[in-house]
C-alpha cells in the first residue's frame, strides 16, 4: 500500500467531516429501549466513495438527535469522524492527527456552513449520496459516493477516542 500524504488525506477528512459518524465495540452508547413507541431511530450507511480519484469504502452510524459517526478506510482504517448536536470530531490513526472543533469549525476548514440537524436530514433521506457529492463539491472536491447498504438497525455502538 502507498503511503498515504496528508495531501492525500485531506480530500478523506473533508469527507469524513460531511458524512460524519465504523468499526465494532464493547462500549454502547446508545441502545434502543425496546417496544417504546418513542424509540430512538439508528440508521446504518455502507458506502463506497472516490474523492479526487481516490476510493474508499466507509460506514455510517446515527442515532437520530444525537450521534453520527463515520468511519473511512483504504485496506486499513484512513480517517473517523463523530458529530454531536454541539461538536465535531475528527481523527486521522495513520498521522495521529486529531482535532476536535464545532461547526463554525467545520465551516472555517471546509468554506460549508453545515450544522447536526442539517447532517441528519442528509443521511435520513432518500438522495444521500447525491447529497454528500454537493457538499463535497462546494469545498472544491470531485467525490462519487455510492450507498452499498442502508438499513434501520435496533442498537448500535459508537466506538471514538476523544
Given at each position: 500500500?502507498?503511503?498515504?500524504?496528508?495531501?492525500t488525506?485531506?480530500p478523506?477528512v473533508?469527507l469524513?467531516?460531511?458524512l460524519v459518524?465504523?468499526c465494532?465495540?464493547?462500549?454502547?452508547v446508545?441502545?434502543?429501549?425496546g417496544?417504546?413507541?418513542?424509540?430512538?431511530?439508528?440508521t446504518?450507511?455502507?458506502?463506497?466513495a472516490?474523492?479526487?480519484?481516490?476510493s474508499?469504502?466507509?460506514?455510517?452510524r446515527?442515532?437520530?438527535?444525537s450521534?453520527i459517526?463515520?468511519?473511512l478506510s483504504k485496506?486499513v482504517?484512513?480517517?473517523?469522524a463523530?458529530?454531536?448536536?454541539?461538536?465535531v470530531?475528527?481523527?486521522l490513526p495513520l498521522?495521529?492527527?486529531?482535532?476536535?472543533?464545532?461547526?463554525?469549525?467545520?465551516?472555517?476548514l471546509?468554506g460549508?456552513s453545515?450544522?447536526?440537524?442539517q447532517l441528519?436530514?442528509?443521511v435520513d433521506?432518500p438522495?444521500?449520496a447525491?447529497?454528500?457529492?454537493?457538499l463535497?463539491r462546494?469545498m472544491g472536491y470531485?467525490?462519487?459516493?455510492?450507498?452499498?447498504r442502508?438499513?434501520?438497525?435496533?442498537h448500535l455502538?459508537f466506538?471514538?477516542?476523544?
Amino acid at each position: 500500500m502507498n503511503h498515504l500524504s496528508r495531501k492525500t488525506l485531506l480530500p478523506l477528512v473533508a469527507l469524513a467531516a460531511l458524512l460524519v459518524a465504523g468499526c465494532r465495540s464493547s462500549q454502547p452508547v446508545a441502545t434502543a429501549p425496546g417496544t417504546s413507541s418513542s424509540a430512538p431511530r439508528y440508521t446504518v450507511l455502507t458506502f463506497d466513495a472516490t474523492v479526487n480519484g481516490i476510493s474508499v469504502d466507509g460506514q455510517l452510524r446515527m442515532a437520530r438527535d444525537s450521534v453520527i459517526w463515520c468511519s473511512l478506510s483504504k485496506f486499513v482504517e484512513v480517517g473517523r469522524a463523530m458529530a454531536t448536536p454541539d461538536s465535531v470530531w475528527v481523527n486521522l490513526p495513520l498521522t495521529g492527527g486529531k482535532r476536535k472543533g464545532n461547526y463554525l469549525t467545520v465551516k472555517r476548514l471546509t468554506g460549508v456552513s453545515v450544522d447536526f440537524r442539517q447532517l441528519e436530514s442528509i443521511v435520513d433521506g432518500p438522495d444521500t449520496a447525491e447529497r454528500i457529492e454537493a457538499l463535497a463539491r462546494q469545498m472544491g472536491y470531485d467525490a462519487t459516493v455510492k450507498i452499498k447498504r442502508r438499513e434501520e438497525a435496533t442498537h448500535l455502538t459508537f466506538p471514538f477516542k476523544k
